[in-house]
């Protein structure tokens, strides 16, 4: 049963992943950093100006990291949750998900939703 719980958790979770702008933030993120990367390391660009924009850069970089991570974490609360269920229902669900039946099972079952969503998606379009 506890594995059936951390099954519609995983789902859950999985569906999170998919509908939060999670790859979104995380691009700007990346283009952020290699935009800052460019100019410090650009001879081209005084110091003066460098000071000027390296502070915006960084504030943007922060706001992303701090956005990806809380949408992960907003993410993982599905399993979170599967967890705290099947824990006071006095299965021992930590040590499934941490284990490695626990660990194909969700592995699989996100890989068949995967499929299964992309085939819908697709054939919706």
């Given amino acids: 049963m506890s594995m059936a719980i951390l099954i519609v958790g995983a789902l859950a979770c999985f569906e999170l992943f998919f509908r939060l702008p999670i790859a979104t933030d995380a691009r700007v993120l990346i283009a952020s950093a290699n935009k800052a990367m460019a100019v410090i390391q650009s001879p081209m660009i005084s110091d003066h100006w460098k000071e000027r924009v390296l502070p915006r850069y960084s504030q943007r970089i922060l706001f992303r990291s701090l956005r990806v991570s809380g949408y992960i974490f907003l993410a993982m609360m599905p399993i979170v949750a599967a967890v705290a269920?099947?824990?006071?229902?006095?299965?021992n669900t930590l040590d499934l998900v941490l284990g490695w039946q626990g660990l194909i099972g969700l592995s699989l079952a996100g890989m068949i939703f995967a499929g299964l969503r992309s085939k819908l998606a697709a054939q919706s379009a």
């Fill in 85 to 91: 269920v099947g824990q006071a229902r006095g299965e």
